[in-house]
């Protein structure tokens, strides 16, 4: 029966009873699973409450005459009240402690077969206070623990949910029954017989009328839906009868529309021929201006400007005057008359003669002229007239707002320049003014590039000196630094040599008696203390000195060592306080206080000579990043570079100044090498530590910072300055411009570094913060550009 149910439900799955019936199943379901879990949920926290009443009662009780059992020590009743707790179901585990808190315990525990803890069940834990008489003081004599059994919670519980299942089955079983019920009846038999009506609905069928088998008088939403079904079939029915009519008024017009077709394309015929012969004359007037504003030179331009006019207008002399630099005349750049070339030549702007200068001086579009004032104008030198020009018109060459010539145009024929032919020409000195003006500003660049090309040389020696100017500028500034450096090592030196040569007397004088009166083992245990100080170790202050000296002084006086103070100052100095236990035979010797004097005499030797090695390194690399830093190749050449040895070259020569109270971070990630010029480079980093220093007064945090952006290099570096104030930010690279005091800056430095990055192809950019310090971002394109 299930099956066949199931059967129908997926057969009629489209149907709205179904659905519904789905709907209602599936809200029942929900609605059931709420109601189960909320009532679970509180059958459990009622029991579970109820049980942790139940333990909180058996504490009460056994609290007040357990403690006078364990404070009798009565082991009977003890036992009476654990035996009495396991009865009790919920208990799952009893747990008496006898004893007070720190002191010797005993503990008695009773536990329930299966109970392994307590889980989510509640637990009780007592403490056991007893006062043996009124006012006496109150004695903590024990503790009782008492612990739940889960499994009777879930025990319980399992009962209430099968009740709690039963009872919400059952009745969403019955509101689902219902709302279906309600629903068949009152919703999905009219729907039906709705949906039956408007499947078997025809257009001759539009009179007959939907009703419904129901009680008159109602006015919900299927009575509504019936109303709007009738009115919707009559308003079909009158659209129908006016779609007929509009029909046979359609076909009436459709008559009428085929003749006028007919008329109008013959009309259409005739236009399309005229049109043809347009479109050739706008086709060539495209070509003009595709040829002319392709060409930068002037004269090929006007050639190809009279050929094309010759093409398309009656022709006879042309002519390009091209307004002079000078401002002040008009020359013509090409002038052809009945097939004759004219020379150069010029009209100065003064001479009002001329219709050109006219043209030129004029407001107007063009200007068009007939043959008795093309007489009263001058002929161009060279040039014969051989008959009289009858038209001429002449048409400014306006580019970017601007006159800058001026083109004839001249026919042997009278009225030969209509409006067809007027258009023509618009449009072609329109493109020529486009192209001369091309053609003019690329001569002048030209003329203008060679010039450049020999100041930009110039411009690169004077910049190449003023880079190394700068660079020998701060160099300067670093010599009292670097020669302070240098005189550091070499003081290191000049102690070590005194401290190696007292050391080698006191060795001379004594070694040979030391090694007489030690045996083998004593001799290659005195060797090992010697080597000792050669190990590589950690520097020690002063006060770490002293601490390990007392510490060992202490461990040396414990093992009844003599002048346990000396020897532990002597066995700190080499090295050797944490191998204590190997010297012991040296230290228990009867000459052990010489025995060390000469170890230590010997190990000063060897010390000493690694101190001088040290510093003898360190004037070398002081001296190395000297050179390279003062190094200046105006012939160098991009090469790839690690900017980390830039940077640290630059950094050893101001170690001086950031001795005295710099902090110095460097955070340095992994950056491929960059194709650059490392000298200029180096003169970036120069000038910009040298201002962060600067900035902070030589007090303050410097970090440098390199790392990969995508692909380029940045390099940055900040201070913990004052900043720089917005109002100065826009001017800070700008040429001789400085905030230093007069002697201190020459305002160069930041400029000189734009230019460097700029010729790297990079950039430089910069944040600053008022009270908050200033960082300079440097970016450089990784491989070759």
């Known amino acids: 029966m299930k099956r066949g149910l199931l059967r129908s439900l997926l057969k009629h799955r489209e149907s709205l009873g179904t659905r519904m019936v789905l709907a209602t199943l599936a809200f029942c379901l929900i609605f059931t699973l709420l109601a189960v879990a909320a009532q679970t949920w509180s059958a459990w926290r009622t029991r579970h409450a109820a049980m942790q009443a139940e333990i909180e009662l058996i504490a009460q009780v056994y609290?007040?005459?357990?403690?006078?059992?364990?404070?009798?020590?009565?082991?009977?009743?003890?036992?009476?009240?654990?035996?009495?707790?396991?009865?009790?179901?919920?208990?799952?585990?009893?747990?008496?402690?006898?004893?007070?808190?720190?002191?010797?315990?005993?503990?008695?525990?009773?536990?329930?077969?299966?109970?392994?803890?307590?889980?989510?069940?509640?637990?009780?834990?007592?403490?056991?206070?007893?006062?043996?008489?009124?006012?006496?003081?109150?004695?903590?004599?024990?503790?009782?623990?008492?612990?739940?059994?889960e499994r009777q919670l879930w025990a319980s519980l399992r009962e209430a949910v099968r009740a709690i299942v039963l009872t919400q089955l059952v009745q969403s079983l019955l509101l689902a029954g219902f709302i279906m019920l309600m629903f068949s009846r009152l919703v999905t038999v009219h729907v039906r017989r709705i949906a039956m009506h408007l499947a078997r609905m025809r257009p001759e069928e539009l009179g007959e009328r939907l009703s419904l088998a129901r009680r008159a008088g109602r006015s919900d939403e299927l009575t509504m839906l019936v109303s709007g079904i009738n009115h919707l079939q009559d308003r079909l029915s009158e659209y129908l009868q006016q779609k007929r009519r509009y029909e046979e008024e359609l076909a009436?017009?459709?008559?009428?529309?085929?003749?006028?077709?007919?008329?109008?394309?013959?009309?259409?015929?005739?236009?399309n021929q005229a049109l043809g012969k347009s479109a050739?004359?706008?086709?060539?007037?495209?070509?003009?201006?595709?040829?002319?504003?392709?060409?930068?030179?002037?004269?090929?331009?006007?050639?190809?400007l009279h050929q094309h006019q010759r093409r398309l207008l009656p022709l006879d002399g042309f002519g390009v005057a091209m307004l002079a630099p000078s401002g002040d005349r008009l020359d013509f750049v090409y002038y052809v008359e009945d097939e004759m070339l004219a020379p150069s030549s010029s009209l100065m702007l003064t001479d009002l003669r001329w219709l050109t200068v006219r043209t030129f001086l004029s407001e107007a579009e063009m200007m068009v002229a007939d043959e008795q004032e093309s007489s009263q104008s001058p002929t161009p030198e060279g040039v014969v007239a051989q008959a009289p020009m009858r038209s001429v018109t002449l048409w400014p060459l306006v580019a970017n707002g601007k006159r800058i010539g001026v083109v004839i145009s001249q026919s042997h024929q009278a009225m030969a320049y209509q409006a067809r032919e007027l258009e023509i020409l618009r449009?072609?000195?329109?493109?020529?003014?486009?192209?001369?003006?091309?053609?003019?500003?690329?001569?002048?660049?030209?003329?203008?590039?060679?010039?450049?090309?020999?100041?930009?040389?110039?411009?690169?020696?004077?910049?190449?000196?003023?880079?190394?100017?700068?660079?020998?500028?701060?160099?300067?500034?670093?010599?009292?630094?670097?020669?302070?450096?240098?005189?550091?090592?070499?003081?290191?030196?000049?102690?070590?040599g005194r401290n190696i040569a007292d050391a080698l007397r006191h060795t001379l004088e004594h070694l040979p008696t030391v090694l007489q009166l030690l045996d083998g083992p004593q001799r290659d245990c005195f060797s090992r203390l010697i080597g000792q100080v050669l190990e590589p170790a950690?520097?020690?202050?002063?006060?770490?000195?002293?601490?390990?000296t007392r510490l060992l002084a202490a461990q040396l006086e414990a093992a009844g060592v003599a002048e346990a103070r000396h020897k532990a100052a002597l066995l700190v100095q080499m090295r050797a306080q944490q191998?204590?236990?190997?010297?012991?035979?040296?230290?228990?010797?009867?000459?052990?206080?010489?025995?060390?004097?000469?170890?230590?005499?010997?190990?000063?030797?060897?010390?000493?000579?690694?101190?001088?090695n040290l510093a003898v390194d360190?004037?070398?690399?002081?001296?190395?990043?000297?050179?390279?830093?003062?190094?200046?190749?105006?012939?160098a050449e991009f090469a790839e570079a690690d900017l980390r040895d830039g940077i640290e070259t630059v950094l050893t020569i101001y170690q001086s100044k950031l001795r005295g109270g710099i902090e110095l971070q460097r955070e340095y990630g992994e950056v491929p090498p960059v194709w650059c010029l490392p000298d200029e480079l180096n003169q970036v980093w120069t000038n910009l530590i040298h201002n962060a220093l600067q900035a902070m007064q030589y007090k303050g945090r410097l970090r440098i910072a390199l790392a990969r952006q995508g692909e380029e290099a940045l390099v940055s570096i900040s201070d913990s300055g004052p900043g720089i104030p917005p109002e100065l930010m826009k001017r800070i690279f700008e040429p001789f411009f400085t905030t230093k005091p007069a002697g201190e800056g020459s305002g160069l430095g930041l400029d000189i570094v734009s230019k460097i990055v700029a010729k790297h192809h990079g950039r430089i950019e910069v944040r600053s913060e008022p009270g908050m310090g200033s960082c300079f971002m440097v970016f450089l394109p990784l491989g070759q550009a």
């Open 280 to 304: 050739d004359v706008l086709r060539e007037v495209g070509n003009v201006g595709m040829e002319l504003t392709t060409s930068l030179d002037m004269h090929a331009i006007c050639v190809a």
């Open 618 to 635: 360190r004037v070398a690399k002081i001296i190395f990043a000297l050179k390279s830093y003062s190094r200046f190749d105006r012939d």
């Open 252 to 271: 009436t017009h459709r008559d009428r529309l085929a003749e006028l077709v007919r008329e109008r394309t013959a009309e259409l015929s005739s236009a």
């Open 538 to 548: 950690a520097l020690l202050s002063s006060s770490e000195e002293r601490r390990l």
């Open 427 to 496: 449009s072609t000195v329109a493109y020529a003014a486009i192209a001369l003006a091309n053609a003019s500003a690329y001569a002048a660049v030209e003329a203008a590039r060679g010039e450049a090309a020999h100041a930009l040389e110039e411009l690169r020696q004077a910049q190449g000196q003023l880079v190394q100017s700068e660079k020998m500028a701060a160099l300067g500034q670093l010599v009292a630094g670097v020669a302070h450096e240098i005189n550091t090592p070499i003081a290191a030196v000049k102690s070590s």
């Open 63 to 149: 609290q007040s005459t357990l403690r006078k059992a364990v404070w009798d020590m009565d082991r009977e009743a003890i036992q009476a009240h654990l035996s009495s707790a396991a009865s009790v179901q919920s208990i799952g585990h009893a747990e008496l402690t006898l004893g007070a808190s720190g002191s010797h315990t005993e503990r008695l525990e009773f536990t329930r077969p299966g109970w392994i803890g307590p889980g989510r069940a509640p637990q009780r834990q007592v403490p056991l206070i007893y006062q043996a008489y009124a006012g006496g003081r109150q004695e903590v004599v024990g503790e009782l623990l008492l612990a739940g059994d």
């Open 579 to 612: 191998r204590l236990d190997d010297y012991l035979p040296l230290l228990m010797h009867a000459q052990s206080r010489l025995i060390l004097d000469t170890a230590h005499s010997t190990a000063t030797i060897a010390s000493n000579t690694e101190n001088i």
